[in-house]
Structure formats: structure tokens, C-alpha cells
């Protein structure tokens, strides 16, 4: 005999909201009225506490303090203290391997060339093919300034077997695939790695801040990812960049900047990498960017990462109960070993429906050729957002309005 249970209507979703220690967190952050916004894995939401944190860095420490800010408000030391407070809340990562800094595409530059040339003799930079195209833009990019260096593309990570060998170098991965949602084993697949004796990169834009992770217990060797999606840090925020600490004397980074030298205000014509991560150091560090993530941070620390984790998954459980029986086909794994904290939707015209539902105020985004994303941000949403935001599809798709005309301009950002 089976059991049917019904889905939760929206008052069981109010109810269990009310009941839920993180749904008062969702008073930190400002979303407009009528907006129900399930795109926090693309650009993440404003803290409240945050235009008033940049406003008093800009006027006390750049207006009133000037260069002294670089010492007195600690401007020198913020890529490694957020990187400390980042590694320590959300990544699994002891003091002194995560900075922040550049953008996820410069990081992951300085890493995968850092890693290629901790394994001489070896060529191949082994990537998936539906990767973030960032991702293996900078693999090509970094590989032809090798000699002997190449890009080998795989389907997916369950191939990774059919190609590590003695010549890999290096596997870079993304831990959450930013179409489908779908996560991968990192310990497992670490070791799979390095009984390759090849290093892992991990890319983890869609893990930071969408489930907690482990990287020291992972035995990673590099990791990157991005500030300004779960993260909340703001539109360009910078990105974080870890490296395992047993790395960090041999490691040689190719963005040999001012900023990782040892001796930066010795102002030596030569380089010499500084001791530790701040050797993946480049350039002057984005203060106003960095103050904006700091601010987020503060929020982030308010919030128990398992607790996280577990509304996360209850979230993505409902939205894929309440549009099952739509006229859409799921692509994120059900499995919860295997779930980011999105759900992609496929259908043909998912660019338009997309579009129909940005027009009712449920904002989600949608990746060619024909998925429809829907990220779920534990901080700020709630069950009845969810439960809202499935009705809403459900109209959209049972009315027809998403055929309207005027949903089927393409603007620049999808
Ligand atoms: C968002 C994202 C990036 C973005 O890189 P930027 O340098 O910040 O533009 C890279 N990789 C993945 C997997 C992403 O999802």
C-alpha cells in the first residue's frame, strides 16, 4: 500500500516559517515590495546593514582618514581577514589559506597556474566541457603560456577515471554545477585526484554560502569562488581564493604583483613571493568592495551553516513537490547528497516564461538553450515565498502569458 501525502499548502508553509529560528534573519535584508526573489545564486540580496557600513568607510575611513586608513582602519589586512572569517564560518578552512580578492576568472588564473607548476612533466589541465565558460577560458588562456600544457575536456566528473594518468596535472571541477544544481562527492573525488598524484581545484561559486563544505578535511589543494552570489557581497563583490597551507612554500602564482611580494614597501626591483596565501596577493585590494562582503559577513555569522543547509534542502524539496505535476522537466538531482541549493527547470521556452514570471515580481533567471533557474537563499526566503513563487509558475504556464510578444526580447544578462 502506498501513502499519498498532500502537498503543504501555504498555510502549513507560514506555519513551519514561524516555527523556523532562521526566518527572522530575513529582517536583514532589503528586498522590494512585491518582489519574491529566487535569483540570489546569480546576484545576492542587499544586507541592510550594508549602505550604511559603506557609507561610514567611505566618509570616516577614505573621507576623514585618508592613506592613514590603510594601517589605521586596517585596509592592508582585509584580504586575509575576511578570508579568515569566510574559511572559518562556511568553508571548513583554518586560518591563514583564504584570501579575498579579484574575481573568480584572476583567481582561478593564479591557481591553476600555481598547481601546473607544482606538477613539472605533467601537461594536461583536465576540465569538464560544460564547465563555466570562465572556466575554461582561463584553462585555454593559461595553458597556451605553458609549453607542453593542454585543456582535456570530459563529459562530466563520473569520467574522470578514463582520463587521469600519469601526465594530469591538474583536474579543475566545479562543486556545484551552476545549470543543473548538481553537487559533486568533493572528498571522494579529491581522492580520486590525487591517486593521480594530481592536484584538485575546486570552483565553488554555487557552494559558498549554498551549503557548508569542509576543504582542509576535503584535502583540496586550490580552491576559488565567488563573492557577490550567495555570498551577498554586492554586484562585482571580489572573490575568494583558498590554498592549502602544505602549498603555500612551493607554490609559485604567475599574477606577480605588488601585493604578494615580501617585502611590498621595500619597494626591490625583483620578486620575491611573500611567506603564507598572501603570496596569491596581485594588486591593491577593492576596499569599498571588500567593506560591502565584510558587511554581509556579519549577517552570514548570524547563521548556523547546518541550519542553513537543512532549510536549503527543504526549500528546493517543495519547490520540486509543488511544480512535479508541471508541464516542465526537473534537472536537479533529488538526492540531497547530490543538490546544490537550486533548481533548474527545463522546458523550450523557458527564456520566455522566465520573462512572464520576472513581470509578475518572481524573479529567476534562465541558462541557454532552455533551462529556467530558481536559486534558494535559506537567509531571506521563506516557505510561503516558495509556495508563492510554484503558483506563480503554475499560472504562468496554464494561462499562456509567457507567449506574449513582449517576453521574447533577450537583454543582455539572461
Ligand atoms: C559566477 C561564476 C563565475 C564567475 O566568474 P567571475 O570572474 O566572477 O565573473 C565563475 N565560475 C562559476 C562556476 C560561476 O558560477
Known amino acids: 500500500m502506498t501513502t499519498h501525502t498532500a502537498a503543504p499548502t501555504r498555510e502549513d508553509c507560514v506555519a513551519r516559517d514561524a516555527a523556523d529560528p532562521l526566518h527572522p534573519l530575513r529582517e536583514h535584508f532589503d528586498l522590494p515590495e512585491g518582489v519574491l526573489y529566487l535569483d540570489g545564486n546569480s546576484l545576492g540580496a542587499l544586507p541592510r546593514r550594508t549602505p550604511g557600513h559603506l557609507a561610514k568607510v567611505v566618509a570616516e575611513e577614505w573621507g576623514a582618514g585618508l592613506i592613514r586608513s590603510w594601517n589605521d582602519a586596517g585596509w592592508f589586512h582585509q584580504p586575509g581577514r575576511l578570508g579568515d572569517r569566510l574559511g572559518a564560518h562556511l568553508l571548513g578552512a583554518a586560518a591563514g589559506q583564504v584570501v579575498v580578492c579579484d574575481s573568480t576568472s584572476v583567481n582561478l588564473f593564479k591557481v591553476l597556474g600555481a598547481a601546473l607548476r607544482l606538477r613539472p612533466g605533467r601537461g594536461a589541465l583536465v576540465a569538464e566541457r560544460h564547465a563555466f565558460p570562465t572556466d575554461l577560458y582561463i584553462a585555454d588562456g593559461l595553458t597556451g603560456l605553458h609549453p607542453g600544457a593542454r585543456p582535456v575536456l570530459v563529459d562530466s566528473a563520473a569520467q574522470l577515471d578514463a582520463v587521469l594518468d600519469a ?120 576596499v569599498l568592495g571588500l567593506a560591502a562582503l565584510e558587511s554581509s559577513l556579519d549577517v552570514w555569522e548570524l547563521a548556523d551553516p547546518a541550519a542553513v543547509r537543512a532549510k536549503s534542502l527543504e526549500l528546493s524539496d517543495l519547490f520540486l513537490e509543488l511544480t512535479a505535476d508541471l508541464d516542465v522537466e526537473p534537472v536537479t538531482p533529488r538526492q540531497h547528497e547530490r543538490r546544490g541549493s537550486q533548481v533548474a527547470l527545463r522546458h523550450p521556452e523557458g527564456h520566455r516564461i522566465v520573462q512572464a514570471l520576472i513581470a509578475r515580481g518572481v524573479i529567476g533567471d534562465f541558462r541557454a538553450p532552455d533551462l529556467m533557474r530558481f536559486g534558494f537563499t535559506p537567509l531571506y526566503l521563506s516557505r510561503a515565498d516558495v509556495h508563492d513563487a510554484a503558483t506563480a509558475l503554475r499560472e504562468v504556464l496554464a494561462s499562456g502569458e509567457w507567449r506574449q510578444d513582449r517576453f521574447a526580447r533577450r537583454g543582455d544578462v539572461t
Open 167 to 286: 601526465d594530469t596535472a591538474v583536474v579543475l571541477l566545479s562543486h556545484v554545477d551552476y545549470r543543473t544544481g548538481e553537487l559533486l562527492d568533493m572528498a571522494a573525488v579529491t581522492e580520486r585526484i590525487h591517486r593521480a598524484g594530481a592536484l584538485a581545484v575546486w570552483d565553488l561559486c554555487h557552494t559558498a554560502g549554498a551549503l557548508p563544505i569542509q576543504l582542509d578535511a576535503a584535502d583540496v589543494d586550490f580552491a576559488v569562488g565567488c563573492g557577490y552570489k550567495y555570498l551577498n557581497g554586492g554586484p562585482g563583490a571580489p572573490a575568494f581564493l583558498y590554498a592549502a597551507e602544505r602549498h603555500h612554500a612551493a607554490a609559485r602564482q604567475p599574477l606577480t604583483g605588488w601585493f604578494g611580494h615580501a617585502r611590498q614597501f621595500d619597494f626591490e626591483p625583483g620578486y620575491r613571493p611573500a611567506e603564507g596565501i598572501t603570496r596569491f596577493l596581485t594588486g591593491t585590494p577593492p
